[in-house]
C-alpha cells in the first residue's frame, strides 16, 4: 500500500474555520496587517517598474550606440585598396602639396 505524503489545500469548512482562528488571534490587528500587506505589494510592484524602466533605458542606450557606430562606419573616408596605392588628389590639391614640398625645401 502507498502512502501519501503531501497536504491538500484546505476545502470549503476548513477555510472558515481557519479565518475564525485567524480573527481571535489578530484580533483588532487584522486591518493594519493586511494595510501593511498592501503596501508592501505596492511599494514591490513601483521598484519592479523602476527595474523595468532602468533595462528599457539601457536597451534604447545600446540601440543608440549601435546606429552612431553604424554611421560613423558609412561616413568613413574610404581606404585604399592596396597598401601602397594613394588617394587621387585634384589638381588644385596636387598643386598645393607641390608648392608646401618647394617652399619647405
Given at each position: 500500500?502507498?502512502?501519501?505524503?503531501?497536504?491538500?489545500?484546505?476545502?470549503?469548512?476548513?477555510?472558515?474555520?481557519?479565518?475564525?482562528?485567524?480573527?481571535?488571534?489578530?484580533?483588532?490587528?487584522?486591518?493594519?496587517?493586511?494595510?501593511s500587506?498592501?503596501?508592501?505589494?505596492?511599494?514591490?510592484?513601483?521598484?519592479?517598474?523602476?527595474?523595468?524602466?532602468?533595462?528599457?533605458n539601457?536597451?534604447?542606450?545600446?540601440?543608440?550606440?549601435?546606429?552612431?557606430?553604424?554611421?560613423?562606419?558609412?561616413?568613413?573616408?574610404?581606404?585604399?585598396?592596396?597598401?601602397?596605392?594613394?588617394e587621387?588628389?585634384?589638381?588644385?590639391?596636387?598643386?598645393?602639396?607641390?608648392?608646401?614640398?618647394?617652399?619647405?625645401?
Amino acid at each position: 500500500m502507498h502512502t501519501v505524503l503531501a497536504f491538500q489545500l484546505p476545502q470549503g469548512v476548513e477555510w472558515i474555520v481557519l479565518l475564525v482562528i485567524a480573527l481571535l488571534i489578530f484580533g483588532k490587528r487584522l486591518p493594519d496587517v493586511g494595510r501593511s500587506i498592501g503596501k508592501g505589494i505596492v511599494e514591490f510592484k513601483k521598484g519592479l517598474q523602476g527595474v523595468q524602466d532602468e533595462v528599457n533605458n539601457v536597451k534604447h542606450e545600446v540601440g543608440d550606440v549601435k546606429q552612431d557606430v553604424k554611421n560613423a562606419g558609412n561616413n568613413s573616408p574610404a581606404a585604399p585598396s592596396q597598401p601602397g596605392q594613394l588617394e587621387a588628389q585634384s589638381p588644385q590639391q596636387t598643386a598645393a602639396s607641390q608648392q608646401k614640398n618647394h617652399t619647405a625645401a
